[in-house]
């Protein structure tokens, strides 16, 4: 799609398809990010904390949101950084088996001072194939402006 700066029209949402969250995903996680604590590894123990199996990582289901955005190409050649991710919320858990997408909606756009660029705010929303809402959070980008 390739959406510059002046593409984005504040209050567009564009939601993606569907990913199932598997066993292999947790455990890649745990192995990439050196964190390997019992709720992501240990189906009893984390039933004991009164999980219904093992959950995957908060910043698994962040880095996840990112990537299902990404699938949608909407900045594939203008894209030229992550700002950041500010107000981020882990509401409910995400757990092996869970199907999951993202909603995502324009809420802000500013002129970016020193490059031919624009900032852009997201409202980002990861959710359970129910409709649960599993984290939110606002992504700040920025794209390049039409040449």
């Not at 019992?38 to 990112?66: N, Q, R, V, W």
């Not at 809420?107 to 599993?134: F, M, N, Q, Y």
Request: with cysteine; proline share 4%; net charge negative.
């Amino acid at each position: 799609m390739n959406l510059s700066y002046e593409d984005v029209e504040i209050g567009r949402s564009y939601t993606t398809p569907d990913h199932e969250i598997t066993v292999a995903d947790i455990a890649d996680f745990c192995r990439l990010t050196r964190d390997h604590h019992p709720l992501h590894t240990d189906e009893a123990y984390a039933k004991e904390a009164g999980f219904p199996g093992i959950i995957a990582h908060g910043l698994y289901g962040l880095s996840l949101m990112e990537g299902l955005k990404t699938e949608l190409r909407l900045y594939e050649e203008t894209s030229i950084a992550s700002l950041g991710w500010n107000d981020v919320r882990f509401r409910h858990p995400i757990v092996a088996g869970d199907t999951v997408h993202v909603e995502m909606e324009f809420t802000a756009k500013r002129e970016s001072g020193s490059r031919p660029a624009g900032i852009i705010t997201e409202a980002v929303r990861l959710l359970r194939a129910d409709g649960t809402l599993l984290i939110d959070a606002e992504h700040i980008s920025l794209i390049r402006k039409s040449p």
